[in-house]
């Protein structure tokens, strides 16, 4: 009887599932671009181009690891490395002396740049020792000249055609380890590597930028040894000194990038992932619940027929079977564009490498159409318990009734809910950085649960008061007035995803506004230097800042090596921006004025093992000038420096300050990414730009202190866009449940408008009550949402920058603007649909 109810109801009154259907099918979407995300970060892997021919490749770790607790409570937390980590080029000779390796080789890559004045293009630079290490043999014969020697270099032959260079020339080449003239001794068949400089093994060794040591140790096996055991006589000899990669796991080496695309991806698709699902459960909750109350006039005539709540609910449950699987394979294709163009917009962000491909397989597609279902079950017991457990003589006159008070165990839930948030923050007023803000996440997750359970009394109490100016609108706002708090229940099915989104999105927006605002800000105010000198190329050879500082009518130049370090927050690992800086650390003041709170920069150069901190990170790590400073430099070498002083403007400059010589040797590539330069008294600041403009690599250009923003954190950027992407996808998916839940109501209400209709009520009037209550509802959900985003935004921002949250009016304003437009669309639309027929043939229609 129940399957048969169940698909009647479907095939005879599909527009009663309609709306159901549209929530299900944008929340699967949403929940399958996620899984697959998060899915493809938990799989991605780079299959080895280079090292394809090589059984065994040694490489350092690319991740840093902390273990807390002790016991069962034990657990390990990991972060990425800024940089590429490194091993000692000694291991080479170790890993040589087993009996089953034939050759173990150092393998080095360094950027090198044509220096200036030359046209030629840019190379990969790397020791004559790996000629023809992608190939099957291991080597390559020169397709003329010979090898290098101290002061030569052997080209690849096609990048030599490209340059007009031939065996004999001479070429001015800068890379990390200095700048030189070279000649020109022979040149190489074109490998894998695309452009490359093969110099002496020993002159490469001081090009890099690190002498002593290497991005990984290719190890090929003798005849007769299977990889198997190459493999354990490696792992024997390099111990815990390194990683031994095999099999695919071997691109790793040559993509050093793919721990942190790993992070990127699961970051997004598990996290975001979470909160998408949890909004999409709980606008799918209150959609189909709608849906299932707008019916509860059939429940009560099968309750008073004689159905028992057994099968009314088992209908109930029917349905849902019925029309969330559909609604969740309708969702997998939009989900899977969604993904898709999520994935590409991060590869060309270069948050991951290309090589990576979107992995799609069937378990984000089941959990998508798993949740759907679930949710759509919930939803429907929840939303069919009141009319099943009717009376059956009194079903038909009960189920007439709105309820007006929710049930004790949802408002005990919700209120629990409430007071978790006040407590929560509270918590993060009272704390910095990173741990404010991952303590105001939660807060925003309970005042939602909150908003969620507490729907229909939250309605009623913000109706009742903003309706009250409506009551001196004439008969339409009264109408409106009363409406909107009579069916409080009905319409917080529509309040509650415009007032959770609001926060969502408010939360994510304006925090980046927020950071965006006093990051230029502090850029605006920190860099006091008179010219920025910034490469065209990877970056400016460490000398540039000495060759500048000697250009007549210049006063001061400090180069400025961007890089990250790691840190200990707690139980966490977290990353900051950190500059090494060259030059005299007393003249820094002059191209940077940081506002130092307390120690002085001057003593940043006493020595390599000191350091100088923002004041927020400072607090966050509980130390003073004096104090040591544990943390992990971008390789992950580990370093405790003393701290020197603390200073105020560290957003969009640096969090972390080190001396250049600390740091360069633990870059990927020791090249700075600006040069700031300080007029001397007097001087003709347009004849100084133009000397300037001589020093750097080809493509080099010289600006003013606005520059300085040009190459900024591209991790701050990135979580920018990410956090934009959030929010239009959570705001797009809120839109389009508010609006279906709003044309849902208004069409449920054809009776009551033929019955105003009948009592004298013209058209205009409707249309203006529908009006009224639609602003009622944008307002009530702006308003609540964006209370819990303000109090979520306020320990975030004073943890994260130090300052109250910014609300630019021009993001805002539109935002609050759309949202007022599109709930005046989904209520006027289906009004004048419903004013197109007669009142009469309206009033008869069947519910």
Known sequence: MTNGLARASVRFRPASFAGSLVALLFSAAIITACGVLLQTGITAHVTPVRYQHIPVVVAGDTQVRITTGHGENRSTS????????????????????RPGVATAVPDVSFPVQPAAGTSAAAWTGRPYATVGLDTAAGTAALVQGRAPRAEEVVLDAASARAAHLATGDRVALAAPGGTATYRVSGLAPAGSGGATAWFADRTADRLSGHPGTADAIAVRARPGVTGTVLDRQVRQAVGDDARVLTGDARGRAEEPGLTGAKEVLTGLGGSFGGIAAMTAVFVVIGTVALATGQRSREFALLRAIGATPRQIRRTVATEAMIVAPVAGALGILPGLALASWWFDQLVDRGAIPEQVSLDIGPIPLGVAIGTTLVSALIAGYAGARRPAKLRPSLALGESAVERRRPGVIRTALGLAAAAGGVTLAGLAAGQDGDNAANTALGVVMCFLLAVALLGQPLTWLCTTVLGLPLRSA?????????????????????????????????????LQSTIRHVADDHVRSGVVADHVLTPGGPGLPAATAGRAARVPGVDTAVGVLRTGVVHRSGDALQSSTALGVSGDPAKLARVLDLGVGSGSLAALGTSPDTVALDASLARSLHVRPGDAVPFWLGDGTRVRPRLVATYERGLGLG?????????????????????????????????????????????STVTDAAGFAARADRDRELNAWANTVMAAVLGGFAAVAAANTLVMTVLDRRREVALLRLSGTTRRQVRDMMRWEALLVAVTGLLVGGAIAWTTLVPIARGVTGSAPYVPAGTALPLAAATVLLVLAATGLPTRALLRRGPLAAGAERQ
């Open 474 to 510: 004439g008969a339409s706002g009264s109408l409106a007035a009363d409406n909107t708090r009579a069916h409080a229940r009905r319409l917080a099915s529509a309040i509650t995803p415009i007032a959770m989104v609001t926060a969502f999105c408010g939360t994510l927006v304006f």
């Open 655 to 699: 969090e972390v300050l080190l001396p250049r010589a600390a740091v360069a040797g633990h870059t990927s590539a020791a090249l700075d990414a600006q040069v700031l330069v300080r007029d001397a008294p007097g001087a003709d600041h347009a004849a100084v730009a133009r000397r300037l403009a001589a020093l750097g690599t080809p493509g």
């Open 78 to 97: 990991e972060a990425a490395l800024p940089e590429r980590a490194r091993v000692d080029t000694s291991l080479a000779a170790r890993i040589a002396a």
